[in-house]
């Protein structure tokens, strides 16, 4: 089953984003944040192209938004729609990523709620850098000390070939819940 989580979230600039507001590229741009993270898919069971929808939320100001990506990394922009900017400092962050199964066709959703840390405008981690993903714990761990881990939930609902009909092909579920260690902060 797939894996991930958020290990950056950032302001943006006008050129990071591919516009410039006035006159300057290295303005940062109200309400929008660049919300990335590594991606671990099975081998061979993922056509490799997922759907996105990422959350930020910091005191009463929200950003969302939703992209098609691919892995081992995926990034994405989200906007808070009024425009007002956020500041460096702590957010909660919720992500949820659709997968195409393809051996036995199906999807899976990977989703989790992490505290994160906005930083300051700066470029997404190089084309082919990853994150090690390590889980510390599965299972039901209701009530425990989450400081400084991310739940990770993975649900995927598969179909079965059935020789009963081929109108109605059975369904099958696996569910996976990780607590997963925050990437030390690298400032």
């Known amino acids: 089953m797939g894996l991930s989580q958020i290990d950056m979230v950032s302001q ?11 006159n300057d590229p290295d303005a940062v741009v109200p309400g929008t944040l660049q919300v990335c993270g590594p991606l671990e898919l099975e081998t061979g069971d993922s056509s490799g192209d997922a759907n996105i929808f990422a959350v930020v939320r910091q005191d009463n100001l929200v ?4 992209d098609t990506i691919t892995g081992p990394r995926w990034g994405i922009h989200v906007h808070e729609p009024t425009g007002q900017p956020f500041h460096t400092g702590h957010a909660v962050a ?9 051996n036995l066709p199906g999807l899976e959703t990977l989703s989790w709620v992490q505290p994160v840390k906005i930083k300051s405008p700066r470029q997404p981690p190089a084309a082919g850098a990853t994150s090690a993903l390590t889980s510390s714990k599965v299972g039901e761990p209701q009530g425990d000390d989450l400081t400084g ?17 081929e109108l109605e092909p059975a369904h099958t579920w696996q569910h996976k819940l990780v607590l997963v260690p925050i990437p030390a902060d690298s400032d």
């Open 63 to 66: 950003a969302a938004g939703s």
């Open 149 to 165: 881990q991310s739940v990770a939930s993975s649900l995927a609902i598969r179909n079965q070939p059935t020789a009963e009909t």
């Open 12 to 22: 943006v600039t006008n050129k990071m984003v591919g516009q410039v507001t006035g």
């Open 94 to 102: 919720s992500v949820t990523i659709t997968l195409r199964k393809e």
